[in-house]
């Protein structure tokens, strides 16, 4: 992981700041994490011991999925929904990041717009200022899965990759992120506020009630509750909604895609491979599959 990037985090044991030597991050105050041979770097607190992220089988069938693009529409939105930024070094943070499918697309962009300098052909959101002034993007993947971190080490040397719990205090440092991305994942309003930089915008992505839903009982999937926009809110005190957008396709998806996309879900934990297998049969093949999801940016009231 480089070194700017260890510069972000800090201490879950004391919460000063890290720096990398060598191969170790450190704090102020001694307390030492080696970088795992992957390269990414565990900061779970100790208390967070035995919580359980997505399983190897699951972040596998994720990262399949995800490969196959009938996600891209959510990460087009994601990349439509970036507000102006203005830092030199652009820093996103993904909480629950998975296989930072989403991080990476959102920094490829904003690398492209880096590139094109104040080029018309990329999202006007986008703030555009002469190129030689702008630093690359840089991210932060967050997830409480080594299986997912493992991933994430590999995807981008601008990702660095970190296992940590949504649902403690995030090993990152104050006010150091302009756009925190949290898709399907915990959300934990107070980190995520301490993180963003004053002004940073949150970028959430929600399932709509007709996510999935060809898919939800015949598969015995956890459906989405009509109660999920109130949910949404409550979740997210001390934000303001400032923008959403609807995001909806049809997948038209064979066995093995449907296989990779209960894989990948919670389900997954519920439902015994041969059981899901068999279910799978009685569908059509292929089947069309509705995505179908909320985008939102909240900033902080
Ligand atoms: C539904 S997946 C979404 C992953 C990724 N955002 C994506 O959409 O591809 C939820 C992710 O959150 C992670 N996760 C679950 N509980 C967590 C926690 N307490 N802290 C951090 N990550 C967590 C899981 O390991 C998993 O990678
Ligand atoms: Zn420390």
Redesign the pocket.
């Known amino acids: 992981m480089r070194a700017d990037l260890v510069s972000v985090l800090r201490c879950p044991v004391c919460a000063d700041g890290l720096e990398l030597t060598d191969r170790t991050a450190r704090c102020g105050q001694g307390h030492a994490y080696d970088l795992a041979k992957q390269g990414y770097l565990n900061l779970l607190p100790s208390a967070?011991n035995g919580?359980e992220?997505?399983s190897a089988e699951m972040?596998e069938a994720?990262s399949v999925f995800?490969a196959q693009g009938w996600y891209e529409p959510i990460r087009e939105a994601l990349i439509e929904s970036l507000p102006p930024i203005t830092s030199a070094a652009p820093l996103v943070v993904?909480?629950?990041?998975?296989?930072a499918?989403?991080l990476a697309g959102v920094l490829e962009a904003g690398n492209k717009q880096h590139a094109e300098g104040a080029s018309s052909n990329v999202p006007s959101a986008i703030h555009t200022r002469p190129a030689a002034q702008l630093s690359t993007w840089r991210g932060i993947a967050?997830?409480?899965?080594r299986y997912?971190a493992r991933r994430a080490a590999k995807v981008d040397a601008a990702i660095g990759s970190v296992v940590?719990?949504?649902?403690r205090e995030l090993p990152v440092r104050d006010g150091v992120a302009d756009v925190v991305l949290d898709?399907?994942?915990?959300r934990n309003a107070g980190e995520m506020a301490r993180v963003l930089t004053p002004g940073g915008t949150l970028l959430v992505?929600t399932p709509n009630q007709a996510h999935l839903g060809e898919l939800i009982d015949v598969l015995g999937m956890v459906s989405v509750d009509g109660e999920k926009e109130r949910r949404l809110v409550e979740s997210l005190a001390g934000f303001d909604r400032v923008g959403q957008r609807v995001v909806e396709s049809t997948m038209r998806l064979d066995h093995g895609a449907i296989e990779q996309l209960v894989g990948?879900?919670?389900s997954a934990r519920h439902v015994d491979k041969q059981a899901r297998s068999e279910r799978i049969g009685v569908l059509a093949d292929p089947t069309d599959v509705t995505l179908s999801v909320t985008v939102s940016s909240w900033r902080t009231a």
Do not use: N
Request: cysteine-free; charged content about 15%; glycine content about 12%.
């Open positions: 967070s919580i992220g997505d972040v994720r995800l993904e909480v629950g990041a998975g296989t499918y989403y967050v997830d409480v899965s997912a940590g719990d949504a649902w898709v399907f994942a915990p992505v990948m879900t919670p």
